[in-house]
Nanobody, 123 residues
């Protein structure tokens, strides 16, 4: 079964840090493009950060550049999103995702998703 299990969400004060994790089963994350997306209330889901090892192509949304870092641990088959200097506008449900079809350019057309984890940043 292909699945992502997410953890690490929670409540943090502005300026704080949080690390999200997604552990994959049914596929090896290092073999596919991986990404993190988020959806805030009333807004469409947006790509936050995506990475494809095959060509080392990395994407960060302008709003998170310099603050967020995507990474993975091959031994644990886990994807991470390290979030530093969090802002209230980062509040959203965050989703990890993988492109198992090989269709994504970098941060689009992802087809397998985690269940989502709530990140709330207080002012």
């Amino acid at each position: 079964e292909v699945q992502f299990v997410e953890s690490g969400g929670g409540l943090v004060q502005a300026g704080g840090s949080l690390t999200l994790s997604c552990t994959a089963s049914g596929f090896t994350v290092d073999d596919y493009a991986i990404g993190w997306f988020r959806q805030a209330p009333g807004k469409e889901r947006e790509g936050v950060s995506c990475f494809r090892r095959s060509d080392h192509r990395t994407y960060y949304a302008d709003s998170v550049k310099g603050r967020f870092t995507i990474s993975n641990d091959n031994a644990k088959n886990t994807v991470y999103l390290q979030m530093n200097n969090l802002r209230p506008e980062d509040t959203a449900v965050y989703y990890c995702a993988a492109d198992l079809r090989g269709a994504a350019t970098i941060c689009d057309l992802y087809d397998y998703w985690g269940q989502g984890t709530q990140v709330t940043v207080s002012s």
